[in-house]
T-cell receptor, first 112, second 112 residues
Framework: KAGVTQTPRYLIKTRGQQVTLSCSPI?????VSWYQQTPGQGLQFLFE???????NKGNFPGRFSGRQFSNSRSEMNVSTLELGDSALYLC???????????FGSGTRLTVV | GESVGLHLPTLSVQEGDNSIINCAYS??????FIWYKQESGKGPQFIID?????DKRQGQRVTVLLNKTVKHLSLQIAATQPGDSAVYFC???????????FGAGTRLFVKA
């Protein structure tokens, strides 16, 4: 079966711009979580969605937002990009009641 | 706040030897623990999990040990192979599974 698909794989943006990242979970997985991965901070939780509802949010500024659609696909948006937003953004999906994630390969965002 | 930590950022082992990767967690109420493996250019991949009512769980060449008294878990890899070279994360989902906290990761190097 298809895995978690994240698009695009790589992205270069300029400071001040905004960006939208997309995630398609595994069929049947209704929970989608987003993580930011950097060498210094490791994997940091951004938010989790289930049935189009945000159930939990990490300690990130309001510039980071997300949403989930009725088909469970999810997007995250970062506005007013800063250099420190450069990171690998990972999306993970899970089956209801299952705590283990299946991750996508991530979107590598570079802010210049 | 809740935290998950690893004892060593890097571990180097000889091919064929056994590897042991350690992790400590802070929340004594945690009842589920997961190990992930992340290879270069990929998202983390689920390896094995264990519930708090167990002390040990075995998979294919991997064993996870849980010591709730000292809030410590370890991942043992038997007969380590070059393909085991990766970063290994221990992860602790919160109650309800809406968020998972990841340790900083241990990078395993396998010497031929």
């Amino acid at each position: 079966k298809a895995g978690v698909t994240q698009t695009p794989r790589y992205l270069i943006k300029t400071r001040g711009q905004q960006v939208t990242l997309s995630c398609s979970p595994i069929s049947g997985h209704r929970s989608v979580s987003w993580y930011q991965q950097t060498p210094g901070q490791g994997l940091q939780f951004l938010f989790e969605y289930f049935s189009e509802t945000q159930r939990n949010k990490g300690n990130f500024p309001g510039r980071f937002s997300g949403r989930q659609f009725s088909n469970s696909r999810s997007e995250m948006n970062v506005s007013t990009l800063e250099l420190g937003d450069s990171a690998l953004y990972l999306c993970a999906s899970s089956f209801p009641g299952n705590y283990g994630y299946t991750f996508g390969s991530g979107t590598r965002l570079t802010v210049v | 706040g809740e935290s998950v930590g690893l004892h060593l950022p890097t571990l180097s082992v000889q091919e064929g030897d056994n590897s042991i990767i350690n992790c400590a967690y802070s929340n004594s109420a945690s009842d589920y623990f997961i190990w992930y493996k992340q290879e270069s250019g990929k998202g983390p991949q689920f390896i094995i999990d264990i519930r708090s009512n167990m002390d040990k769980r075995q998979g294919q060449r991997v064993t996870v040990l849980l010591n709730k008294t000292v809030k410590h878990l370890s991942l043992q890899i038997a007969a380590t192979q070059p393909g085991d070279s990766a970063v290994y994360f221990c992860a602790v989902p919160n109650t309800g599974g809406f968020k998972t906290i990841f340790g900083a990761g241990t990078r395993l190097f396998v010497k031929a």
